[in-house]
RNA sequence: GGGGGGGUGCCCGAGUGGCCAAUGGGAGCGGGCUGUAAACCCGCCGGCGUAUGCCUACAGGGGUUCAAAUCCUCUCCCCCCCA
């Protein structure tokens, strides 16, 4: 009788472990990991579950969803997921990036991203079992003696141990003091939440390990890492991320969306079905195995990708829209169904007609008359589907006029007057 | 506090008096090939309405010179070594 209860519990901790566990990197450690989720079981009791969220970028991407997802998974086992809005570490500045000084973001604009945030973070995550704190809650209130209290507790060389930081030691590029203080500050933060797991990207390894050291420190129950591999953004180098500009955004239109799966290279393929998708495992092997006995063709392949993306954020028949717009435009060459309407102001008529570099540039197709001049030299630009041989030509337009600069981006003209 | 080395275009990085709007690589952009994939090939990559022309640019100010990214000087910033 005690033993086959006790078997139940273990096989109910198997089953979360082995889904968490999946698509993830590294569980820091995994007997602790284990002991947690059984204590929460025994004992009904969710564990808590912290995610740390910079405010100061607040368009989520794929790459965050990665996170979410994984977050969604505890949150299907009852457990509480705490979104933590970094707003008091925003003021700090990540370490990485040092030349880029970060405008001091005001208590307003960062509650207007951190709505933004979590509006976003909801499309995957449950807001029943989600918790949104800040952490200017605690760190607001202390001094300079909780400081040195909390610093006393690293030393430089465990701070140097950190990638980026002996990286860039190094190279002989700047640390900055208060740079050295991320992970600490970012390791209180678990020490005020009594947080059972952290859970982060890779390269926030260091940082949550601080939470655990920090939280032993403090006498606490030290929580579980859990570190998330980094999805590589579309250009299939760098990881993916905004300032890149190789991302895809969760509240991008469904077009754009498949538009952008479709031009990641064929390499990236699993990794982003593995950690992009619902798909099972089984699922994803066997099309690993389709395309390496060539049974499956990559760009179909690629197209299935697209839809199971779009389809998760949007859903199975836009999915459907936005593939058959995908060959439409770029299989078949047409024009999109939806092409955005441009203003021509009355100004840059002379004599009824329009200089084409300055039309160019009026619609913000092109930088500069001089990037202008460049484009239609070398032959990306149309108007009704005619290539725009001189830079020197004035036309004659009319309403609905259609200019198209390079592959991707129409325009249909309408005449203000 | 003392000594040394540096700051160049989106990034890396050459250039140490004229031939420098500044070699090269990366990123980006346009074209070709294709499956808007990758790889590859060609071209562009400060601005100015039409220019063997002008303007703005090599951390910032001042100066030398017919001529400066390059020399002098002051200021600011970064790195290293010693204390």
Do not use: C
Request: hydrophobic letters at 35%; proline letters at 5%.
């Amino acid at each position: 009788m005690k033993s086959s209860k006790k078997s139940k519990i273990e096989k109910l901790v198997d089953e979360q472990v082995k889904i968490i566990s999946r698509g993830m990197e590294e569980i820091l450690p995994l007997e602790d990991f284990e002991k947690k989720i059984k204590k929460s079981i025994e004992q009904n009791k969710p564990l808590k579950i912290k995610f740390g969220v910079d405010p100061t970028s607040p368009d989520l991407h794929l790459g965050h969803a990665v996170i979410l997802h994984k977050l969604k998974q505890f949150q299907d086992f009852g457990h509480i997921v705490i979104l933590l809005i970094g707003d008091y570490t925003a003021r700090v500045g990540d370490p990485s990036g040092r030349s880029v000084t970060r405008p001091q973001l005001s208590p307003k604009k960062i509650e207007k991203n951190a709505k933004t945030y979590t509006d976003q973070a909801f499309k995957i995550l449950d807001p029943k079992k989600t918790r949104i704190d800040y952490n200017s809650r605690w760190f607001s209130k202390m001094n300079f003696n909780d400081l040195l209290k909390l610093t006393s507790k690293f030393t430089i060389a465990r701070l140097l141990e950190r990638d980026d930081f002996s990286i860039r030691y190094q190279k002989g590029t700047p640390i900055f003091l208060h740079e050295f203080l991320y992970p600490v500050m970012q390791g209180y933060d678990s020490v005020a939440l009594k947080s059972d797991v952290e859970i982060g990207g890779t390269d926030q390894k260091f940082n949550m390990l601080a939470g655990r050291s920090l939280q032993i420190d403090f006498g606490q129950d030290p929580q579980v890492v859990i570190t998330m591999p980094i999805l590589e953004g579309i250009d299939g180098v760098q990881r993916m991320s905004k300032s890149l500009g190789n991302y895809i955004g969760l509240t991008e239109p469904a077009k754009e969306m498949f538009g952008k799966v479709m031009s990641i290279p064929d390499e990236l393929m699993i990794r982003y079905f593995n950690l992009a998708t619902n798909l099972e495992e089984d699922e994803v092997k066997k099309i690993e195995k389709g395309l390496n006995d060539g049974t499956l063709h990559p760009a179909e392949v690629k197209r299935r990708l697209g839809r199971e993306i779009v389809t998760l954020y949007y859903d199975r028949k836009t999915a459907l829209e936005a593939q058959a717009e995908f060959d439409r435009v770029f299989k078949e060459k047409k024009l999109p169904s939806e092409i955005p309407e441009f203003k021509v102001p009355r100004e840059i008529f002379k004599n009824s007609k329009v200089w084409v570099v300055r039309l160019l540039v009026t619609i913000g197709f092109a930088k500069s008359n001089s990037n202008a001049r460049r484009l239609i030299e070398q032959g990306g630009v149309k108007i009704n589907n005619k290539i725009i041989k001189s830079p020197e030509l004035e036309l004659k337009i009319k309403e609905n006029d259609i200019i198209q600069v390079g592959k991707r981006k129409f325009a249909r003209l309408v005449i203000s007057h």
